[in-house]
């Protein structure tokens, strides 16, 4: 079926590209250090390929291979006649899905680049030509099971249209959204539909529509005089009535109790805490930068001028705290340390504080069920598959083992990612080179990086990973705010990351973001 031709060696300077034109054989491409980005004519979107990845090239497309790295990039081409076409990749908004892997990807890809000096493939040794041959078909074998796992996925019209439900009740949620009409564009029944959106989300639309325009009173009636009426019209509700029956429902306390006890003015002196009082829809009057403890004598006045109702602090020295109950009510909750409540205590502490018991738990609720979801989809996709949880930073590594309780809790309890056994008995590891962390016995990683890190860090990152792990590897690429604060809104950016990436099938492939 198909019938080896040629090797070409293409080498991409760094912080460059190279044009490559187009042939009338269809091309196999191999990135065999480094990353690259690529984009064939007449395609608009680009996908990317890192080290030990294969894609493919259609005949007579011309290909244009980025590469956004400190060092040169070399992809071998490997063309190729085919007695029957090999099937096209299928459109999708994740163009990246061009490239894939082999269980074995350097065998083929050695054997490749030792005949690209050979000379004529006619002229080589019968079993040199065989040996091409079987690794062509592997190759090309490996290219349509992608392809075709691809097209059953991510490009599921279904899956687009609950993309775009999504998209649609996040974005316009203050209009009126006919839920029955999406519901109908979607080509699918509404049961259908209505299945598909709960399995994507954890949420039906209508209870996804109510979260979102709930959460977005919230800041609304915290932080401007505006009245209930105005509040309810402003998030797509025409009754003021029902919206104030629905926020009591959710919430607790009415709308207008709400906003008595959040329009306080609040002093928050643990960055930590700023995520908790977001969740609750409040955002502080003063909240001074870290490390403010240094400079408390200056500080401290300017703390007096905002007038506080009510202050948020983590333990402090015995006379600044002195100072700090002088000037109003304190609330002192430690965030680190075996005293430490979880996350989830200090959530309702701090409403508790704020007489809003409610409104954490309707928060806590809504978080469950977004993690029951995500639990489902780990287990569906990596099937209980170990992996290493690795903060990396601009410095080194940190593995986080189970007793470690700030991420491991999230990642290993909540959404269920199975710990290796070379991790069960630890709290952390320091490590300075990623070699120290892939000596693990585990093949798979889920890296945390910090948003102050560029994404090519992470992407040639987790080549490095796979090209240690010889291709034997599913890597996923999680980003985070730095410095890390483990509150309720980082928690839940984490989970929503870790889903989205899932759903887009981003576990089994190389984690490059545009």
Partial sequence: MLSYLDTTLVRVPESGGVDVAGDEAPRFGFVQREHVSA???????????????????????RLTLYNPGPAPADVLLVRFRASEAVPAWPASEGGDRRAFRLPRSRAPAEAFAASAGAGRFEALPLETRLELQAHLHAVAAACVA?????????????????EEARRAIRDRFDEHLDMEELARLSGASPSRFYQAFREHTGFSPHKLLTAVRLNASLARLSNAPASIMAVAHSVGYADELYFSRLFKKHMGVSPSEYASRANRRIANLCPVFEGDLAALG?????????????????????????????IFTHP?????????????????????????????ERLRRI???????????????????????????????????????????????????????????????????????????????????????????????????????????????????????S?????????????????????????DQTVNHLLRGDILKSPYEK
């Fill in 146 to 162: 992608a392809a075709r796992a691809a097209a059953l996925s991510a490009d599921d019209p279904l899956h687009r249209h609950v």
């Fill in 316 to 344: 402090v020295p015995d006379d600044i705290q002195a100072e700090l109950t002088r000037i109003a009510p304190v609330e002192r909750i430690v965030w680190k340390g075996p005293e430490a409540p979880s996350w989830k």
């Fill in 39 to 61: 984009t064939m004519e007449d395609e608009a979107a680009d996908f990317a390929a890192a080290s030990g990845d294969w894609f493919f090239v259609p005949s007579r497309r």
């Fill in 471 to 495: 291709g034997r590897t599913a890597c996923l690429l999680i980003r985070h705010s730095d410095p890390s604060l483990y509150n309720a809104a980082f928690y839940e950016s984490l989970l």
């Fill in 282 to 310: 409040i955002a502080s009057a003063f909240a001074p930068p870290r490390g403010w403890e240094a400079r408390a004598e200056e500080l401290l006045p300017n703390l007096r001028a905002a007038k506080p109702d009510l």
């Fill in 351 to 469: 409403a508790g504080a704020l007489e809003l018991p409610g409104v954490a738990e309707r928060w806590l609720s809504l978080f469950e069920t977004k993690a029951a979801n995500a639990r489902t989809h780990v287990n569906e996709r990596l099937g209980g598959s170990p992996f290493l949880l690795v903060g990396a930073f601009a410095g080194g590594f940190r593995v986080f083992g189970p007793q470690r309780k700030k991420m491991s809790d999230l990642f290993y309890k909540e959404l269920g990612f199975a710990p290796p056994p070379a991790a069960l008995g630890l709290g952390f590891l320091d490590a300075e080179r990623i070699e120290d962390v892939a000596a693990l016995p585990c093949d798979n990683v889920l890296f945390l990086l910090p948003d102050s890190l560029p994404v090519a860090f992470g992407f040639r990152l987790a080549a490095e990973w796979r090209e240690r792990k």
